[in-house]
């Protein structure tokens, strides 16, 4: 028995941890003018797959908004598509507040890693080509572009502009979700964004593309196409 409990033991201390929050390496938030007097908080998430082995399923995040007494305005929940193993993914998204915020969090929450058997050289990247913008009605700009899907089957894909200062710093951003990107010939999109809600300091933007698919089964589908 005590040999049993002792192998137990030794293999207990000698498997890997895994942390289990979403590994977020940068965030970033901006508040503008919405409907009805209201505000809305605008903010963007750059997060990570540290493991080789792993996939991470719905990584998720609480984005709370407080008061300057520290009262909550909102609080809520959001997720991002999976990220494949050593694989990175940038989202942003929104909430509406009844008043300018005095402070944001973003916190992580779990990412769900789970084993896989494709690795990080099997998930290939998606590029954006011919991306142009261009003054469009409502003092609007219209982007247009295309995206190249390099996977067998077709998918669903995000795509994410990030807004940065002088130095590179994380300003904000905005996402597009494109629902279906066939695969072969690259296929076009249009997303118009207001100037307004550029955050001020902004002086470049990266561009990127990333599949929506949330669960490693997804992606077991796509990768055996």
Known sequence: MKTILLIALILLIGSPVVAQETVITESA????????????????????????????????????????????????????????????????????????????????????????????????????????????????????????????GETGVWITFLYRDGQGKLLGGITKYESTVPAGEPTSFEVYVDPSEIPPGTKSTDRGAFSHNNFQTSWDKLLRN
């Not at 009805?36 to 399923?57: I, L, T």
């Not at 995040?61 to 494949?84: K, N, W």
């Not at 890693?113 to 990247?125: D, G, M, N, V």
């Open 29 to 152: 938030y901006h508040v503008v003018p919405a409907y009805g007097q209201r505000y809305k908080v605008m903010f963007a998430v750059v997060a990570v797959n540290p493991f080789e082995d792993k996939f991470a399923s719905v990584p998720k995040v609480r984005v709370t908004a407080r008061a300057q007494d520290g009262s909550i305005l909102s609080t809520q929940e959001f997720d991002s598509g999976g990220i494949p193993p050593k694989g990175k993914i940038a989202f942003c998204k929104e909430m509406y507040v009844d008043e300018i915020p005095a402070r944001v969090d973003i916190r992580p929450l779990d990412a769900h890693y789970e084993p896989t058997r494709f690795r990080s050289s099997q998930f290939l990247p998606f590029e954006l080509i011919n991306v142009v913008g261009k003054p469009s009605i409502g003092n609007k700009v219209k982007v247009t572009g295309e995206i190249k899907n390099p996977y067998p």
